[in-house]
């Protein structure tokens, strides 16, 4: 199957957990929007006056976003050999599927995974193995018309996981698998015209994964390996800057930003399980971005690393 050698090399590759747990907020009555995230293939939402709840049920969704306007977000279903894109409306009603899979003969079948929004709402790149021997990075309209492979020039890149799309729609930050090395975030020009170059934005003996774009599009947060640990750093969108915002000596995936961007979210593995903790971040007057003491969203949850967060309005 070729998407499991994929998962293979994935940096720190996760499983969810399969216990019913609670969920408890811990200075986190300020906190706005939405984080969407999955356990034990559900999609759940947490937000500051209901806390963590079901969104969807059926045990085989996983990697929601939000769209933009908070209003739907896409997701994938994961068949027996294949994965589909879906999105549906904010209280998980009304299902339109945007990718179709699922083939009578075993070898067409095609994985598509991903799903992230354009700023405007209008596009969705998602990464797919469709004529590939490994997954790479594809783009279709938000109906799911046009869908279409992306070049990314300059890089030699094997295959594409997580990403993220900047905030003024110019580029999106992808994890790249790079062998016989680790993954790494490179950035990939939207540019029409084809002349835009990609590059590598990261280079941590360890590798890099899991970008996400502050609001603003000044920082870009992503998780790097620090020793045996996994930590959350975030570097300006040049690649300088690199600043380490945990410090747990933990495994952590998966940051998102808050709609107002003085927070980020993150996945962190406690006793063998994954929950969601908080920071808050700011600049100081030196520009330098500084983090608060995590505080701890979720407990006994159990979540799904590998499908992450989406923060939304």
């Given amino acids: 199957m070729r998407l499991a050698r994929t998962l293979s090399l994935v940096l720190l590759a996760v499983a969810s957990a399969i216990a019913v747990g609670s969920a408890r907020a811990d200075n986190t009555s300020a906190l706005p929007g939405r984080i969407l995230f999955v356990k034990d293939g559900d999609l759940w939402v947490w937000d500051a006056s209901l806390g963590a709840h079901p969104l969807a049920t059926g045990g085989t969704f996983g990697q929601p976003s939000w769209a933009p306007d908070g209003a739907s977000l896409a997701y994938v279903y994961r068949g027996t050999n294949f994965s589909d894109i879906f999105i549906t409306d904010d209280q998980g009603q009304n299902q339109t599927r945007l990718t179709t899979s699922q083939s009578r003969i075993l070898d067409n079948e095609d994985w598509n995974l991903r799903p992230t929004w354009s700023p405007d709402g209008q596009q969705i790149a998602f990464v797919s193995d469709h004529n590939s021997a490994m997954p790479t990075l594809w783009l279709m309209q938000a109906d799911g018309t046009g869908q279409h492979p992306l070049t990314m020039p300059g890089l030699q890149a094997e295959s594409i996981d997580s990403m993220s799309w900047s905030p003024d729609g110019s580029q999106l930050a992808v994890t790249m698998f790079n062998e016989p090395g680790p993954t790494q975030i490179a950035l990939v020009p939207m540019d029409?015209?084809?002349?835009?170059?990609?590059?590598?934005?990261?280079?941590?003996?360890?590798?890099?994964?899991?970008?996400?774009?502050?609001?603003?599009?000044?920082?870009?947060?992503?998780?790097?390996?620090?020793?045996?640990?996994?930590?959350?750093?975030?570097?300006?969108?040049?690649?300088?800057?690199?600043?380490?915002?945990?410090?747990?000596?933990?495994?952590?995936?998966?940051?998102?930003?808050?709609?107002?961007?003085?927070?980020?979210?993150?996945?962190?593995?406690?006793?063998?399980?994954?929950?969601?903790?908080?920071?808050?971040?700011?600049?100081?007057?030196?520009?330098?971005?500084?983090?608060?003491?995590p505080h701890q969203l979720s407990q006994d949850l159990h979540l799904d690393a590998t499908s992450g967060l989406s923060w939304g309005t």
């Fill in 192 to 293: 029409r015209t084809g002349r835009a170059q990609s590059q590598v934005l990261t280079d941590l003996p360890g590798g890099a994964l899991d970008p996400a774009w502050s609001p603003d599009g000044s920082w870009l947060a992503f998780a790097g390996r620090d020793g045996y640990a996994v930590e959350i750093y975030a570097a300006l969108p040049d690649g300088t800057s690199t600043q380490r915002l945990t410090s747990a000596g933990l495994m952590a995936r998966s940051p998102v930003w808050s709609p107002d961007g003085h927070h980020v979210a993150y996945l962190i593995n406690q006793g063998g399980y994954f929950e969601i903790s908080t920071i808050d971040v700011q600049a100081d007057a030196s520009g330098t971005l500084v983090a608060s003491a």
